[in-house]
């Protein structure tokens, strides 16, 4: 089973708008993870935040985590169209090997 | 420096059919992941290897098998492949250290008639 469930499952927006897109998960975690999928294509790594921070930045994106509602956010501003893909949050639960468990993602459009 | 390389891209199978996928990193990194992705789902963990010689089930393991004999190399085999095993698969390695962030191959599209 999955770990993470991410809220909404799909996402249209115009372009210049920002995004949201919220993660939950079930048990302790070292990290948390977002990544980006374009269609056809491997994920690439966008942020890490750790389990002691609350927010993090990069660029136009904005994570927040709270470990006491095992919950994450991830907010991307000023959207563009080649923000278009799936989005995904995993969790690097506690036990070693850095294995990820991946909710089942958010498909994001913007629209031009 | 390619990063994580996977062969082959696409593949059709007959069911029992058996076969094996490659996954090549050259960033000298110790982890190696097999992960599944069906449609609009997340990624399931099938097996992973913390080092050369060493490998360990995932969430998902029934029907693959897995070697790690050298460590820039971690292959997946399908004894006998199922319709159920059509997939998308990803290959995916990291450094220790738990900071660290997973590299993912560009995958492979699986398809078993």
């Known amino acids: 089973s999955q770990q993470g469930e991410e809220d909404p499952q799909a996402l249209s927006i115009q372009e210049g708008e920002n995004a949201t897109m919220n993660c939950s998960y079930k048990t302790s975690i070292n990290n948390l993870q977002w990544y980006r999928q374009n269609s056809g294509r491997g994920l690439v790594h966008l942020i890490l935040i750790r389990s002691n921070e609350r927010e993090k930045h990069s660029g136009r994106l904005r994570v927040t985590l709270d470990t006491s509602k095992k919950s994450s956010s991830l907010l991307i501003t000023a959207s563009r169209a080649a923000d278009t893909a799936s989005y995904f949050c995993a969790t690097d639960a506690k036990g070693g090997a850095q294995k990820l468990v991946f909710g089942q993602g958010t498909r994001l459009t913007i629209n031009p | 420096n390619a990063g994580v390389t996977q062969t082959p891209k696409f593949r059709v199978l007959k069911t029992g059919q058996s076969m094996t996928l490659l996954c090549a990193q050259d960033?000298?990194?110790?982890?190696m992941y097999w992960y599944r992705q069906d449609p609009g789902m997340g990624l399931r963990l099938i097996h992973y290897?913390?080092?050369?010689?060493?490998?360990a089930k995932g969430e998902v393991p029934d029907g693959y098998n897995v070697s790690r004999l050298k460590k820039q190399n971690f292959l997946l085999g399908l004894e006998s492949a199922a319709p159920s095993q059509t997939s998308v698969y990803f290959c995916a390695s990291t450094s220790t250290g738990f900071r660290e962030t997973q590299y993912f191959g560009p995958g492979t599209r699986l398809l078993v008639l």
């Open positions: 960033m000298n990194h110790e982890y």
């Open positions: 290897s913390v080092g050369e010689g060493t490998t």
